[in-house]
């Protein structure tokens, strides 16, 4: 069956990162890139022989562990004592809740978080969904591919695992492939440019993170997964 996203117009309501202005609303699904830690306590689970524990193993930034399949949002509050948000309205205008993804990878690569993240991936996002030239907050998504960045030199590996294990316990687990490299991840799962501005729409299929001579922020926290 095919998934079905009726878009609101309003992506961020103020919420920087994604859009100021309306953008049209739309049906179907979209897909998008967002980067990921690995839950170090499963990694270290399956490390020593145990089944891959059913929570999943992909954290978000702000928690909420990725399962297989359809993963469905739900909202945590937002933040100085706030209530969460009522089911049916998430993602909500004036929250950060949803599944956040976006339309090319140097748009993901811009909180200090994702400078230590360990898997970048392409989710397919639908149901209620937020659209703005930057990426979108859904309601429901799954994950279409997965590539694990190789470790930086000099640093430990993820839980203990090599490259080669974490990816072959990513794709056993989400039943995704999961790529070598990161521009054949989003040759085999191409992103959604329909909402880039038109000069910037080869990000979208370009691999390459970040310009070369850009060096890691020091503070950026306004980006939400």
Not at 50 to 67: Q, S
Not at 91 to 118: K, L, N, V
């Amino acid at each position: 069956m095919t998934a079905m996203t009726a878009m609101t117009p309003l992506a961020g309501e103020g919420i920087p990162g994604f859009s100021r202005r309306d953008l049209p609303l739309a049906v179907g699904a979209v897909t998008g890139v967002r980067l990921w830690r690995v839950a170090k306590t499963a990694a270290e689970t399956v490390m020593n022989g145990a089944p891959v524990p059913e929570e999943g193993l992909l954290a978000g930034v702000f928690g909420g562990v990725w399962r297989r399949g359809e993963n469905v949002a739900t909202c945590g509050g937002g933040g100085q004592g706030a209530p969460p948000c009522p089911h049916d309205l998430v993602p909500a205008p004036e929250c950060g809740c949803g599944f956040w993804a976006y339309w090319a990878p140097r748009y993901a690569w811009r909180c200090d978080y994702y400078w230590r993240a360990e898997v970048i991936g392409v989710i397919q996002g639908y149901g209620r969904t937020r659209i703005g030239t930057r990426g979108c907050r859904c309601a429901k998504a799954r994950i279409l591919g997965l590539h694990a960045r190789p470790a930086d030199p000099g640093s430990p590996s993820c839980g203990g695992l090599s490259d080669h294990d974490l990816t072959g316990i990513l794709a056993s687990y989400y039943s995704v492939p999961c790529y070598p490299s990161l521009a054949q991840l989003l040759a085999a799962c191409p992103l959604t440019a329909d909402y880039i501005p038109h000069r910037h729409r080869h990000l979208a299929t370009s691999p390459e993170l970040r310009p070369a001579a850009l060096t890691p922020p020091a503070r950026l926290t306004w980006l939400r997964a």
